[in-house]
């Protein structure tokens, strides 16, 4: 666990783990330091900027917040809520994920909505929730040409990961299903319904 | 114009700009919509933050009031009510309703005058505040145009209306703003990591040896840089992880990548150095073909 400068107004904190990256990220959210501008969680990493704050004083502070979310006791943000997300099974690369991973199409939404998903971290596009506990069963590689255009509500999967395209985009992962549920809506407080740590349920 | 969070200002509605002419590529900014990263929306803002915040100052405005960022000038706007602009960035021919106006100042354009600008002899971007601001409709409390994300109002279009927010209380109080000269090439600091280790010893060396120029491929989310490049001393790939502003993003091929404005939040190639803040706005003023050198400060900023 190290905390390395990124920036004169950056730290970037490595966790050593994404549930360490979730805890320390509640801690920051439940009481922020002065001058944070962004917390912003990774796979094994939390970087803060911060251009306000005293700068050796938020470095102690870091570093004593990460020995407390090496503790598994501590909540992770978004702990205590479950998302679900309801599904309708019927994405154009279904057939090719089930040929892919040796199963029917039946099975693949099966163990796709008996995975226990914790969103990760947000990247790509705003609203778009890296969503990690995806079966090992189904982790297949991308498309080997993404598509132009992917549309909002598609449910996707791509190597360890699975997601819910919040908006229109091009796209390379591979195409299960559809939701009416909205993930990302820019009128709404907060605008994205999968905040770092949040837990995932799909419901076929 | 998307967003429907903030309800239409009236008095917004009596005074508006028109678009004679965007130029090559004009975007309303303001200073962007920090606090969501972690939701992966990019900051966005303008580019070079203290060329806006000085035109905004210039006429009386809060400095973080929405203006025009022009890229390589050509934008013309119609004030059919009049107002007082001012002009900042890369310096580029100013008419105000036919006569020439200075840059760094403020003027007034007289209505149903014009304001008109050239294209700047070097530098990239040129500001334009109007008192009172730019009053498009704020998506997650701002009006910037984010070209990586599309949140935010479309880049300026020729016939396009852009409603203009009420003067505040505040008069203009300042004639005329000294800008310092930038060598050319500008010299640009660099503070090292997070992910130096990521790279061969030399690496930060190479990185200042320099000079690198600028690629056609840059825009607000970045500028590509040719020169020498940066080998890595580890295999493998970097997880994702957060980006500050600035981050000197190297790529496979070694070329680096200097993160501006419209940058994504998150990336998974390995950061060797990032930019002083102060100097962002240097690199947001090169264009194509232009060339710089870093810099790493006497004492690295190690903890």
Do not use: K
């Not at chain 1, 004593?64 to 909540?75: M, Y």
């Not at chain 1, 909002?152 to 985009?169: D, K, L, Q, R």
């Not at chain 2, 200073?31 to 929306?41: D, E, N, Q, S, W």
Request: aromatic share 4%.
């Amino acid at each position: 666990m190290t905390i390395r400068a990124a920036g004169e107004h950056g730290l970037l904190v490595e966790t050593g783990s994404l549930e360490a990256a979730h805890r320390l990220d509640a801690l920051l959210r439940a009481a922020p330091p002065a001058g944070v501008e962004e917390i912003v969680p990774g796979p094994e990493t939390v970087l803060v900027v911060a251009p306000g704050a005293d700068r050796p004083r938020l470095a102690a502070l870091l570093a004593g917040l990460l020995r407390t979310a090496g503790e598994p006791a501590v909540p992770a943000a978004g702990e205590g809520g479950t998302v679900e997300i309801p599904v309708v099974y019927d994405g154009e690369d279904l057939e090719a994920v089930a040929e892919l991973s040796g199963m029917t199409a039946g099975e693949v939404a099966a163990r796709h909505a008996a995975s226990p998903f914790v969103v990760g971290w947000l990247g790509f596009a705003p609203g778009f929730a890296y969503l990690v506990g995806l079966d090992p069963a189904l982790h297949v590689p991308r498309l080997e040409v993404p598509r132009t255009a992917v549309p909002p509500g598609s449910v996707a999967i791509a190597g360890p990961y699975s997601a819910v395209y919040p908006s229109a985009s091009p796209g390379g992962w591979r195409l299960l299903g559809r939701t009416d549920a909205r993930v990302w809506d820019v009128t709404a407080d907060p605008p994205a319904t999968l905040a770092p740590g949040t837990r995932v349920r799909f419901r076929a | 114009m998307t967003g429907r969070r903030e309800p239409p200002d009236e008095t917004a509605a009596r005074r508006w700009a028109e678009v004679v002419s965007p130029g090559p590529y004009a975007t309303v900014q303001d200073l962007g919509r920090p606090g969501y990263a972690h939701l992966g929306v990019p900051r966005s803002g303008a580019a070079d933050a203290p060329s806006l915040r000085l035109a905004n100052r210039l006429v009386g405005n809060p400095e973080g009031a929405a203006g025009i960022e022009a890229t390589f000038g050509g934008t013309a706007l119609a004030f059919p009510e009049g107002a007082w602009v001012a002009v900042t960035g890369a310096a580029c021919p100013v008419t105000a309703a036919g006569r020439p106006a200075a840059m760094d100042c403020p003027v007034w354009v007289s209505p149903g005058g014009e304001l008109r600008l050239g294209t700047p002899r070097e530098g990239l971007r040129t500001y334009v505040a109007v008192r009172g601001g730019v009053a498009v409709p704020a998506v997650l409390g701002s009006r910037s145009t984010d070209s990586l994300s599309g949140l935010g109002p479309p880049p300026l279009r020729t016939g396009a209306v852009l409603p203009l927010g009420r003067a505040g209380a505040s008069a203009p109080i300042v004639d005329q703003a000294a800008r310092p000269p930038v060598p050319r090439p500008p010299v640009v600091r660099v503070l090292p990591g997070p992910r130096d280790d990521w790279f061969e010893p030399g690496a930060l060396r190479a990185l200042c040896a320099g000079p690198y120029e600028v690629t056609p491929e840059s825009n607000r989310v970045g500028v590509r840089l040719s020169g020498a490049p940066l080998r890595r001393a580890r295999p493998g790939e970097l997880p994702s992880e957060g980006m500050p502003l600035g981050a000197v993003q190297v790529p496979p091929g070694g070329r680096p990548i200097v993160f501006l404005a419209d940058h994504p939040p998150t990336g998974g190639y390995p950061v060797i150095a990032v930019v002083a803040s102060a100097d962002v706005a240097l690199v947001a003023q090169l264009r194509p073909g232009d060339r710089l050198r870093f810099r790493l400060p006497g004492t690295p900023a190690r903890l």
